[in-house]
């Protein structure tokens, strides 16, 4: 089909043409060009042209949309070379009025170490103080009478828990030794039996330093090992200890039937040293004991009265400055 025409129309470029079987005249959009229609008199099938024209259409579009592109973008280019070289000019203004003014102006002294902070310095630092002010008040504004009245019942109870555990600590008592007896001594004989029955080295008085020990072993004729086994098991002794342990070694010497009462005497010593030792450790734990609870009731009432006392300065500190504030506000208003 080469007999057609390409036009403008109202709705847009339009291809009139005649149907090639019918000659019924047709008229399509040049877009559709190329592409396969009907005619609607005869039903014939047929290829439309124009495509040539189409694609003319085509590549002179393109061209024209990249020439609005690049112009678009001469443009971006020159107004940002403006710019740059508008704000270049600023710049050198303000060079050479800084010249100038360091030119015209006297030497300007420096400022010394203790000279005071100047306007603006102060003006930061009243606007931090503020904030932190405003901050301080707000949380403090916060904290309602509920809340600081249910902290203050957790501080009562905190020390009254710490009264209750001073009461009830254990009491470091000193109780006496008991002395041992003759049957825990038969006891012991039974289980291990003592062969000395027949020492005869008898104790001689070598000033010992304690009277009563040295009687003692004078009238049941101990030797001298035996006398400081008692002499060591009775060192530190208060008197109505010692009155205690005479008292009970005596009772012990007289109800041995033996011969020699030097292995009585050594197994009173022996025995009576092991309660003493054993007493001294309870004592020492005792005192340890007590030590860790005072220090930890310390620590409990200490760290409540500092939690009170921060609680409070918290909430008063913002409070007292708003009002000493509001009073200079007021005091410096000029009255009528």
Sequence with gaps: ?????????????????????????????VSEAGGQDTCPDCGCVFVIPGEAEKLELERRAALKQRAKIEEQQRKNHEAEDA???????RKAKEEAAALAAVSTSPPVVAQSVNSPPS????????????????????????FSVVTIVLFSILLVIALLGAVFVQIGKRKVNAPQVVAPTKAEYDSYKASSPDNSENDTSYYTDEGDGND??????????????????????SESL???????????LKL?????????????????????????????????????NNQFWNRATFLLVMGSLYLFIALMSFIAFPLLIRIERNTRSVASVPQA
């Design 1 to 29: 089909m080469s007999d057609y025409t390409v036009k403008k129309g109202a709705l847009g470029t339009v291809v009139q043409y005649e149907c090639p079987q019918c000659k019924s005249p047709l008229t399509s959009n």
């Design 212 to 233: 009563v020990l040295s009687q003692i072993a004078t009238e049941y004729h101990l030797d001298s090992f035996a006398v400081s086994m008692l002499v060591s098991a």
């Design 119 to 142: 306007g603006a310095f102060l003006k930061q630092k009243r606007e931090f103080g503020d904030g932190i002010l405003e901050f301080s008040f707000s949380v403090a504004r916060g």
């Design 238 to 248: 208060e008197q109505s200890e010692m009155k205690e342990f005479t008292s009970g």
């Design 252 to 288: 012990l010497l007289d109800a041995d039937n033996s011969t020699s009462k030097r292995s009585a005497a050594i197994w009173y010593a022996m025995e009576y040293a092991e309660r003493k030792r054993a007493r001294e450790i309870d004592l020492s734990l005792d005192r340890t």
């Design 83 to 89: 710019k740059r070289r508008k704000e270049q000019r």
